[in-house]
């Protein structure tokens, strides 16, 4: 077996950029697919020249690095641009989570879908109380700009 994988280099370098590709489909974040296409490289490159490992991970590497570099910026610009799409945070507006800490217009702690965030009141005169239902009114940098739930807006 293992003559074989020896003789068929490319083989092992095809499964890896599947293995990659399969990968990438679980994370969504155009690293893993440029690291698939510099294992489809290097799989290329074990046709041609098959006993040449340095040569074959010299490829790949340069490949991967260069897609990380210069293709993944775009892709991902492009993706941003894209109608209907939405970041994390934008997709956190609206939703409703606690306060696990007493809410000032100074400092503050709400938890949301199992994450923590640093939180202030919409209106900065507010105190919202630990343990209130609170909704997420907007994301301010790392900040999460919040109401009570039960509560309307002004």
């Known amino acids: 077996m293992t003559d074989w994988l020896g003789d068929h280099a490319w083989a092992i370098w095809l499964s890896l950029a599947f293995l990659l590709a399969v990968a990438e489909i679980m994370s ?31 490829v790949a590497i340069i490949v991967s690095i260069g897609s990380l570099l210069l293709l993944r910026p775009t892709l991902m610009r492009r993706v941003r641009a894209m109608p209907g799409y939405r970041s994390s945070t934008a997709k956190m507006v609206g939703s409703t989570g ?57």
């Open 28 to 58: 969504l974040d155009l690293v893993l697919i440029m690291l698939a296409a510099g294992a489809l490289a290097g799989a290329a490159t074990a046709a041609i020249a098959p006993g040449l490992w340095w040569l074959q991970f010299l």
């Open 98 to 154: 606690v306060a696990t800490a007493e809410i000032t217009r100074d400092h503050g702690e709400i938890k949301v879908d199992g994450q923590t965030w640093s939180a202030r009141p919409y209106d900065r005169s507010l105190i919202i109380e630990k343990g209130t239902e609170i909704e997420v009114y907007e994301i301010d940098g790392p900040i999460a700009v919040v109401y009570p739930a039960n509560e309307p807006l002004p």
